[in-house]
């Protein structure tokens, strides 16, 4: 069964690579200027940074006093830049968890395949 699903898998990634032109898809560079974010936007994100302990994570990794001193000032160059570094980081812990290289191998989850 697991090999129909990889078939599949497989298929759809040469199937999507062969429809979009790599030129289409321009990938973000991260010394790019930061998104724009508004005070409000940024106030709900620094709010989540805070609730993000229920998923696992540390608030602590995602400088949420960097965003909050920014919010403090009303300073919308550091507000963007504080928010969109915590922003990546934060996405990038929901999409591919956070754990430290060491302790990334010696671990089976019983069941998951």
């Known amino acids: 069964m697991i090999w129909h699903w990889l078939a599949v898998v497989v298929f759809a990634a040469a199937a999507f690579a062969a429809a979009v032109p790599h030129a289409a898809v321009p990938l973000a560079d991260p010394a790019a200027a930061p998104a724009e974010w508004n005070k409000a936007d940024s106030h709900g994100f620094s709010s989540v940074i805070g609730g993000i302990a229920r998923d696992g994570l540390d608030p602590a990794d995602h400088d949420p006093e960097a965003l909050d001193a920014a919010l403090a000032r009303s300073d919308s160059s550091a507000i963007a ?31 998951s395949v």
């Not at 929901?94 to 019983?110: C, D, P």
Request: no cysteine.
């Open 81 to 111: 830049v504080a928010a969109s570094r915590s922003f990546r980081r934060l996405a990038a812990d929901l999409a591919q968890g956070n754990v430290s290289g060491s302790s990334r191998i010696g671990w089976f989850i019983a069941g």
